[in-house]
């Protein structure tokens, strides 16, 4: 019978009775000890829990402290990342800007090559390696755009990793500094006046994330940011190695080229200089025949005299009288000279129109070579002159 229980009974029986004092000092002992033993129990719970409580605190800040560690790792892994493909970003541009003046110079000189004459105009070596140089320098530069569009979407991806990065280390910094000071609390650190408000959950528990789901968002963070990094690995060694080849490609092209140049700029000296010996030769024989023919005509103008003679003494001897008139030997012999000296002159005005028909046809020959020499040198000053002007500062280096 407990303590309470006992002035009850009394009452119900009606009437005084002698109070039972032992039995309430009894129960009231009882009571006190039962109370120390709950005292004690409760003590010992509540430091205990506290104590548990305060170590799942301390471990749930190394838990985070490590996960703070694992991504600032990869924060910088990837800050190094988007700035070295900056780098590579300002190198592609540059590469890119380097392919416009040489472009432009190879359209020039195919511009400056119609020019020429139109039987000079043909396909030769020269406007292949030129058509040639164009692809080159077209493709190089298409490939660049497309790598440097490649590098601002990594760079973009990187930055994507970066923020959520960030935003998971805030988190965690915030609920870090949290716990970090729930573990500072004591049971003397409170106002005893001031009882912290609890702030109602804003869902249900059932909603809350698991540890295992917690960690799991900072490992797929991790995991893209590792992924990311690899890949801007993977496109920087694609992208160095793409501009060494495409650098290589452009000088080997550009020396073809420059060796094309250098072939049909001889080649057309050459030619040039052969078809001016022949001019030389050509007027000189043009200068000999002019002189043939006023020799021709000097000695023909020089025979015409002996033979006036002759024709003069025939003439005159025919009028000899009767019996005089005979073929003696002097008559003879001038019909013979009036003879030779006619065939000769025939033979030497037979050879002055032969004389001007060569004349004509020597000046022919003459106006073709020097047009000829002239379209020659007109191709070599294309060629060498204003191509080589435009082509000499053209430098293909190291992107």
Known sequence: MSLMEEPLRWRKVGGPKPVDVEAIRRCSERLTAESKRLLSEVDKTSKRVQQDAKQRLEQRVRDIQYLRDELERRLEEVLEEIEALVGFKARVERALEGCSDPLRVTLLCLEE????????????????????????FEGVASLLQRTLEQIVEQIRLNRSAKYHLEKDLKDKFQAQSIDDLCTLMTNNSLNPDHRPKVLPLTHSPSMALSPEEWEGLSAVNISRAEQEKANSASLRALVASLLEQTACDMRSQLRATALAFQRKIQETKTAKAQMEDHLARVQSELTSQKRNMEALGVAMAEKEIPLNVAQARLSARSKRPGTELCHDPAQALLLVEVQELTAHINKMRTAASLSAVTQRSLVRCQLELEDNVEVKARSLYVDEVLCGQHREPTVIHDF
Do not use: F, H, S
Request: proline share 0%; net charge negative; charged share 55%.
């Open 113 to 136: 090559r119609t020019k020429r004459a139109r039987v000079e105009q043909g396909r030769d070596e020269v406007e292949r390696e030129l058509l040639q140089e164009m692809e080159v």
